[in-house]
Nanobody, 125 residues
Framework: QVQLVESGGGLVQAGGSLRLSCAAS????????MGWFRQAPGKERAFVSA????????LYADSVKGRFTISRDNAKNTMYLQMNSLKPEDTAIYYC??????????????????WGPGTQVTVSS
C-alpha cells in the first residue's frame, strides 16, 4: 500500500507558475506508475499527466501539453508537476494517484488507484 500527500497548491495570476509535489510513504514507491488528475467545480475528475515507474515515459492531456511537466525522484519518494503559463481554466483541485506496475499510457484508466487528498490550485485572470 502507498499513502500520498499533495502540496504546493495556491493562488496565482494567469501566466504564472506553480510546482506541485506528491510525497509518497509506504512500500516500494518505484514500483508504482504515478499520475496527476484534477477536478474543477461542477466537473468530473480528469486526467492531467502520468509518468512510469522509472520516469522514462510520460503522458499529458492535450490541454496541458507544452505547459506542464511531470517528473519523479524515486530516491525521495516524490513526484512533481511543474505548471507554467497557467490559465484560469486550470483552476481545480489537483490529485496525485498511484497504481502498481502501471505504465504512463495506462494510468488514466487504471483500476485500483491510490489517491491523495488533493491540493487546490486557483488561477486568477
Amino acid at each position: 500500500q502507498v499513502q500520498l500527500v499533495e502540496s504546493g497548491g495556491g493562488l496565482v495570476q494567469a501566466g504564472g507558475s506553480l510546482r506541485l509535489s506528491c510525497a509518497a510513504s509506504g512500500s516500494m514507491f518505484s514500483t508504482y506508475g504515478m499520475g496527476w488528475f484534477r477536478q474543477a467545480p461542477g466537473k468530473e475528475r480528469a486526467f492531467v499527466s502520468a509518468i512510469d515507474r522509472t520516469g522514462g515515459s510520460t503522458l499529458y492531456a492535450d490541454s496541458v501539453k507544452g505547459r506542464f511537466t511531470i517528473s519523479r525522484d524515486n530516491a525521495k519518494n516524490t513526484m512533481y508537476l511543474q505548471m507554467n503559463s497557467l490559465k484560469p481554466e486550470d483552476t481545480a483541485i489537483y490529485y496525485c494517484a498511484a497504481a502498481k506496475y502501471i505504465s504512463a499510457q495506462a494510468m488514466g484508466v487504471a483500476p485500483n488507484k491510490y489517491w491523495g487528498p488533493g491540493t487546490q490550485v486557483t488561477v486568477s485572470s
